[in-house]
């Protein structure tokens, strides 16, 4: 997580170094790793070198940024996605937004690695999302795959130290073994709650979205948003409880009570 936690807003040198570091890892796990690279416009403004210079001009740069992509190939081309995004806002090392998704979606590649599963995998690692979710948005539009189930983690770092209920307990059996789990179904965009992470490019398109989340705090988008301040044990009970789940809705095809599941109680928009 040394590697993923620190600033890396999308151009930037850091977020060319995570994209390469993404890719080293999950072809250790030999994963069929593949980049996605698209053009991101953005304004930057001239400097002012001398006092009667006129105002400075807004300039447009075009700058590349890249999704990172790790396929394995299940029986069926069926696909699970499982997402988060790796790029930061400018200026905050971006522990839990999101460093520890992109480790945890690592983590699970790590551990599906060792399962025969059915259905085909991506781990799909996208840039830009800060920018208003470009990375996810582009990737949608431009593949044809038959994806059944998308899973989008993003802040799920700050795991409750204390047991809580799930808002629905219908979700599965594996939300019973894992109660503390706080998660968000998605199969409409109505709520502005849903529009706010990767997984809305999906749903916008009638995919079954499940977006994985601990709750909003204050070194949100912050310099103070750091590992020290994460917690890592419930980093590893999310990946456990999306281990279980995933190789649940391989068996079963369909992951119960995701139309009712709500948002967790302490999000506030």
């Known amino acids: 997580m040394q590697q993923i936690a620190k600033p890396r807003e999308y151009?930037?040198?850091?977020?060319?170094?995570v994209q390469t570091y993404l890719e080293t890892q999950m072809r250790t796990l030999?994963?069929?790793?593949?980049?996605?690279?698209?053009?991101?416009?953005?304004?930057v403004w001239s400097r002012r070198d001398m006092i009667n210079s006129p105002p400075p001009q807004p300039m447009?740069?075009?700058?590349?940024?890249?999704?990172?992509?790790?396929?394995?190939?299940?029986?069926?081309?069926?696909?699970?996605i499982i997402g988060s995004h790796f790029d930061s806002v400018a200026n905050t090392?971006?522990?839990?937004?999101?460093?520890s998704g992109t480790a945890v979606n690592l983590l699970l590649a790590e551990s599906l690695s060792q399962q025969k599963l059915t259905h085909t995998i991506k781990h799909i690692f996208f840039d830009c999302e800060e920018e208003g979710l470009i990375g996810s948005n582009y990737y949608v539009a431009n593949t044809k795959e038959r994806c059944v189930f998308m899973i989008n983690?993003?802040?799920?770092?700050?795991?409750?130290?204390?047991?809580?209920?799930?808002?629905?307990?219908?979700?599965?059996?594996?939300?019973?073994t894992y109660p503390w789990a706080r998660a968000i179904s998605y199969r409409d965009n109505a709520s502005p709650i849903g529009r706010g992470s990767d997984q809305a490019s999906f749903v916008?398109?009638?995919?079954?979205?499940?977006?994985?989340?601990?709750?909003?705090?204050?070194?949100?988008?912050?310099?103070?948003?750091?590992?020290?301040t994460l917690n890592l044990k419930g980093m590893e009970k999310v990946r456990q409880y999306l281990t279980?789940?995933?190789?649940?809705?391989?068996?079963s095809g369909k992951v119960q009570g995701i139309e009712t599941l709500k948002p967790a109680s302490d999000y506030k928009p």
């Open 60 to 80: 447009l740069v075009k700058r590349t940024c890249t999704n990172i992509i790790g396929t394995r190939v299940g029986t069926t081309p069926k696909t699970i």
């Open 153 to 176: 983690l993003d802040m799920i770092g700050h795991v409750a130290t204390q047991v809580e209920q799930t808002p629905d307990e219908s979700l599965s059996r594996v939300f019973q």
């Open 30 to 43: 030999k994963l069929n790793v593949t980049r996605q690279p698209f053009q991101r416009n953005s304004y």
């Open 244 to 251: 279980a789940l995933i190789l649940d809705f391989d068996k």
């Open 204 to 228: 916008a398109r009638g995919v079954p979205c499940l977006w994985i989340f601990t709750g909003l705090h204050d070194k949100y988008h912050e310099p103070t948003d750091t590992i020290d």
């Open 93 to 99: 090392p971006g522990a839990d937004d999101n460093a």
């Open 11 to 17: 151009g930037s040198v850091a977020n060319r170094q």
